[in-house]
Structures are given as C-alpha cells and as structure tokens.
C-alpha cells in the first residue's frame, strides 16, 4: 500500500453570520493516497471550497472556524501546527488552484511576479532565478514565458487559469488541491485545462484533489469519487463503484441530471427541490426532503456509513438493514 | 504618456480663463473703489483721478479684461496696488511658506491616516478601530479656525510650550501644520480603512496567502496596493486644497503665506493681487490633480495602459485595451 497523504477524520467547520450559524461541513471523513486522484462533487453550497480551505488552514476567520476533526498531511496534524509551520506548507507542500481565476490575481502584480513570488518564498534562489523559474513555468502551462512581465488584465480568462495553474505547482507541491478548475472556462479550454492539470499530475506525481460540480470532468481525471451533500459525504468508492454502481438516491439523481448519448431520454431529470438551509439543517438525512425513495425513519436520524462492497461506502437508511 | 501630459496642461488654458474671468468679474463689481482704500481718506477727487488714470481704472470692462490676459500670457500680472511691486513677486515670496506648512501637515497626516487606518481595517471592530472611527469623526467636523484657537490657548498660553505666532523656527510650524492636517488626517484614515476593508476579502489575497506569504507582506504588498488608489485621491485633492484654503490658518497663526496675502488683497481692494493669486493657486491645483492621475498610471497597470498608444496592446491581447 502507498502512503496516507491526506487524511481528513471527521471534520466540522461553521460560519456565523450574525444570529445563524451556517454549519457547512458536517463530520467529512477522507483520505487519499500518494499518487492518487480524488473527485469531490456536490452542488453548490455544498462545502466543497469549505472543505478544500480548512486543509490550507485558510477559512476566514471570522466568520469561519473548524469546531471538529483533525486534517492529517502525511500523518502530521495540520490543525496543530503553528502559523509558521503552515506557511512552509502552503505553496510548497499543499497547493491550491482557486476557482475563480478572474480574481485569483493580483490585478497590480505582473503574472510573472506572482509566479516568481511562491518560488522565492520556498526556495533560496535569487531574484532573477525565480523569474526565470516563472518564466519557464508558464511554458510548461502553455503561455509564452516572454509575457512574465505582462499584467493579468493582459490575459483571457483561461490563461488566468493556467497561470493560477503555474503559481500552484511552481514548487512541485505534493497534493494539489483543484477547486473547480475548469468551471470558468469555456468547453474547448476546460478539456485542455483538464489534459494540462493530468499532464502535470504525472510529470510531478503530485496526489489530486479535484473539487467539482460535474461528474464528466471526474470521470476523466479521477480514481476515487467522494460525493459530498449539505456538508456530508453521502457516498464515497472508486470510479468504477461510482459509476457502474451508484447507491445513495443523491448519487443517482446526479446521474439522472446529466444526459445521457446511449439512452433515448429527451429530458433531464434534475433533482427537485433544493439543498437544505445549511442554517437549519434537519435532524435526519439532509437529502430526505428531496428523495423519491424517503420514509419517516430518515427524517428522524441520520444513517451510518455501509460500505456495500470493498472501499464503497454508503449513508442511506436503504443499506443499513432497515425497512422504510 | 508625454502626449497625455502635454494634452492635460493645453486643457488648463480654457480652466485658466474662466478662473481669472470669474475673479476678475467679482473685483470689477464689488463694491468700493480701490483708491480710496489704497490713497486714505486725505486723499483728493484728483489724486483718485490720477491713481484710476495711472492704473487704467476707467477703462471699460472688457478692455481692461483682455488687456489683463494680454499681460498674464507675457507673464506680466500687474503691480500691487498696496506695495507697488509686481504681483508675482509678491506671490513668489509667500508661496513657499504655504508650500511648506501644506506639505509638513499633508506628509503628517498621510503617514499616520494610512498607519491608522490600515490597523482599523486589519483588526476591524478592535479597541484601536473604534478608538480612530471616534476620533476621525470628530476631526472632520471641528472647525479648523476654532481648534487652531483652542490649541494655541493650550500651548501657548497655558502651558507656554510652543510659540502662537510668526514663522522662526521649527517650533513654529507645529501648530499651525498640525491644525492644517486634521480634516486630510481623519479622511485619510476612513479612506485607508474602508478601501483596506475592501481589499482584504479579495481573492488574490487568498491567493498570497495560499502561496504561504507572511500575514504582514500580505496586507501590505498584495492588499495596500490595491487599495491604495482612493487614497491618493483623498491626500492629493485634501493637498490641493490645503495650498488654496489656508487663509483661515494663516490668519489666525499670522503667517504671511499666499491664503493670508489673498485675504489681506481683498479687504483692501487689491485687485490685481487677488487675481494673480487666484490664478496661482487655481494653476497649482490643477497641477496637483495631473500628478494625483499620474500618479494613478505609476501605481495601476490597467490605468497605465490606458495611456500607452493601444497600439502595442492590441496587438497583443486582441480585445480589452481601451484606448483612450
Ligand atoms: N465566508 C463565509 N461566510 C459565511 N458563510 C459562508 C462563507 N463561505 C461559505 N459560506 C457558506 O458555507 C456553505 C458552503 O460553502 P462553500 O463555498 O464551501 O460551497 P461550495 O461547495 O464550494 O459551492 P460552489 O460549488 O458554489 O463553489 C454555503 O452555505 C455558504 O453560504
Ligand atoms: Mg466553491
């Protein structure tokens, strides 16, 4: 077995906006391994950003704080480490491409600036060196080296993402965390964002974190997927249990929302309703609401996780050898 | 860049005049005749003939008007009625002295606006944050004659440790350029805050810090000089105004700078002082709004390219270089 990289136990973050709180990540459990690619997916609101900056160390505080868990990097608690400690990780350890390039860059700062920046900090070389470091770093990411010194507004939305790209793996990061990397972007750009981010994953063997909305961008790039609800996982396997074999109602109802070329289906099926109040969340299942398939038991407590068949693991009241 | 400067100060001309034209019609319609202030009381209905003879008094309106820009182009503004010298001579003596109280009081309260106000945006709601929001208010609405007179009672009279009066030593400025900066100190410090408020919950300072960045280079390098912009306008119109607007300071603390030299010019119907003063001051203003743009250029690369020919741009980026 290859080395723990990630592993993330039972985390719990809040925000408190005035008198609510908003309680985003509810007790995710993960881990991923060296070399490994892992797909997080969930609707929007679902605390996926939440969860990728808690592991940076980098929820706003306030509003934001992580009440729970513990974030292991290597077997290291992060949520122990100092302040120091952290920023040797960041940027040079644990990467993060953000998800809106638009406003990821500094708009005063010359790109190559802002690449040659995460170099200088964690390597002891020169100025100019760092430069050329950048420079170079932008060839590998597919823009000419020559435009360093240009600003961000010089460039398209997706070479801001390339760039945000080449700050992020500048330092050979170990786990690259992508928070929907592609989303921005136009069709044509996102597969070669997408073939760059795989590219570089391989080059480097660098361990992937892929935060996104859409299960095609998983399916290309991912081993394992982890689908993430109202700040629970609610399913969690390998592609292949994922896509050959979804369980949860919400897995499948994710599916249901994608056409799909093979079948003579005319019309989408989106899931009704909407994501619960994450300042009210029910007792029971959060997806109850929504689900065809719910009875009165899940609106009264939450399931536990089965795991169906080897690494696949399910939180639905279905497997947990109940009746509805 | 030159282009754009040549073009600026060819459009004070038109500013120029109607400045001048607004003076001089307020001069020429006040009441009172400005022989009988500058020849006494004894003075004859003959001695005021000749004096209004000598000084092409009764010439009509327009004449004299064009005859005064005529002059003013060549660089001629007049002799001062009061003294016999030319008017410029008279401006250029007292200038320097409100130069360098405005510049004394406009370095003070930048500094310490922007210290100020970048710890209230940084420790927002903190001791120090509510402390300068009441201070800051109050410095913006105490009249500056008023705190200019209660200061001098404090520590002139009182405590005796600073002199009320005159211009001798640098125990002299302390009052008066302290009283000057109040109002540019306080707006500064709310200017500075609510733009650094801005300016820290931008992505790209996530982004810094992300990049493992140390919390101080993050605030100052990544969000300052974003922020900074707004800034600048606010110290640089306050500047402006400062050099314009002292007379009220200069009056109280009795210091022969021009705001003082003005006013005095206008009591006594002095024509063309007040004029070529106005000027000077209005040309000097202008001159302070071109660098506050300058300035703007040196700072914000998009403002920058904004100025350089489009040429280079478009046909770099294709779109987005506005030109203007
Ligand atoms: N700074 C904040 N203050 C208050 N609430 C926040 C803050 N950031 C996020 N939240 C809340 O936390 C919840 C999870 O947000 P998060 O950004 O993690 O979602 P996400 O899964 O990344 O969604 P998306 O796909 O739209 O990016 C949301 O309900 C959101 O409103
Ligand atoms: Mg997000």
Redesign the interface.
């Known amino acids: 077995m290859s080395e723990k990289i990630l592993e993330i136990k039972d985390l719990f973050v809040q925000y408190t906006a005035g008198k609510d709180i908003v309680r985003a990540v509810n007790g995710i459990s993960l881990t991923l391994e060296q070399g490994e690619s892992l797909g997080l997916v969930g609707e929007t609101g679902a605390g996926k950003t939440t969860t990728a900056l808690s592991i ?1 160390r ?1 929820i ?1 505080h306030p509003p934001g704080k992580i009440t729970g868990g513990e974030i292991r990097y290597r077997g290291e608690n992060l949520m122990e480490k100092s ?1 120091a400690e ?7 350890e644990i ?2 491409i ?1 998800q ?1 390039p638009m ?8 790109v190559g600036d ?1 690449i040659a ?2 170099v200088r ?2 390597q002891k070389i020169s100025r100019a060196d760092a430069m050329r470091k950048a420079c170079e770093m932008m060839e590998i990411v597919g823009i000419e080296g020559g ?1 360093a010194n ?2 961000p ?4 939305g997706g070479m801001k993402q390339r760039i ?1 790209i080449a ?1 992020a793996l500048a330092c050979n990061p170990s786990l690259l965390i992508a928070d929907e990397p592609t989303t921005a972007l136009d069709v044509t750009i996102q597969a070669q964002v997408l073939e760059l981010i795989e590219q570089l994953k391989q080059k480097f063997n660098t361990s992937l974190l892929l935060i996104t909305h859409d299960l095609g961008v998983v399916a290309e790039v991912c081993s394992k997927v982890a689908i993430i609800y109202a700040g629970e996982i609610v399913e969690y396997g390998t592609l292949k249990h994922i896509y050959e074999h979804p369980s949860h109602p919400y897995t499948i109802g994710l599916f249901g929302s994608i056409p799909n070329l093979n079948e003579t289906v005319h019309r989408l099926a989106p899931i009704p309703g909407l994501m619960p109040d994450p300042t009210k969340l029910p007792a029971g299942c959060a997806f109850a609401e929504r689900c065809s398939e719910a009875c009165e038991a899940c609106t009264k407590s939450a399931a536990p996780y089965v795991e169906i068949e080897p690494g696949h693991m399910v939180r639905c009241i279905k497997f947990a050898g109940k009746e509805c | 860049m030159l282009r754009y400067i040549f073009k600026r100060i060819l459009m004070m001309i038109p500013v120029m005049i109607g400045v001048t034209l607004i003076t001089f019609s307020m001069m020429y319609f006040s009441p009172g005749e400005p022989a009988d202030y500058i020849l006494g009381e004894l003075a004859t209905e003959e001695d005021k003939a000749l004096f209004n003879e000598q000084n092409g008094l009764n010439r009509p309106f327009l004449v004299r008007f064009v005859n005064y820009i005529v002059d003013a182009v060549q660089g001629d503004f007049g002799i001062s009625y009061s003294t016999r010298q030319p008017v410029i001579n008279e401006i250029l003596a007292s200038f320097p002295t409100t130069m360098k109280l405005s510049l004394y009081a406009e370095i003070f309260a930048v500094v310490l606006g922007i210290t100020l106000g970048v710890i209230s945006a940084v420790k927002q709601y903190s001791f120090i944050d509510n402390f300068t929001r009441i201070l800051a208010m109050i410095g913006v609405s105490l009249p500056s004659f008023w705190e200019g007179l209660m200061l001098i009672i404090l520590f002139s009279v009182v405590l005796g440790w600073l002199p009320p009066s005159g211009l001798t030593s640098w125990k002299h400025y302390i009052l008066p350029a302290f009283t000057l900066s109040t109002w540019g100190l306080a707006a500064c410090m709310r200017m500075t805050r609510s733009s650094m408020l801005e300016a820290i919950r931008e992505d790209y300072v996530r982004t810094a810090r992300a990049k493992g960045q140390t919390e101080f280079v993050v605030i100052m390098k990544h969000a300052f000089r974003n922020a900074v912009l707004p800034i600048i306008t606010v110290a640089g119109t306050d500047f402006a105004k400062l050099l314009g607007g002292a007379a009220v300071i200069e009056t109280v603390f009795s210091i022969n700078g021009i705001g003082k030299l003005i006013v005095d010019a206008i009591n006594t119907k002095n024509a063309p002082l007040v004029q070529g003063g106005i000027l000077f001051v209005a040309v000097a203003m202008s001159l302070i709004n071109l660098l506050i743009d300058l300035v703007y250029a040196f700072v914000d690369p998009r403002i920058r390219s904004q100025y350089s020919s489009g040429k280079r741009l478009k046909s770099k980026s294709g779109k987005k270089a506005t030109v203007s």
Request: net charge neutral; no cysteine; glycine share 2%.
């Open positions: 940076m980098l706003p302040e952290m920023r040797k990780i960041r940027g040079h990467s993060m953000f809106d406003t990821a860059l500094n708009p005063m700062l010359s802002q920046e995460v900090l964690h435009r240009e600003y507004h010089q460039f398209s945000v700050i």
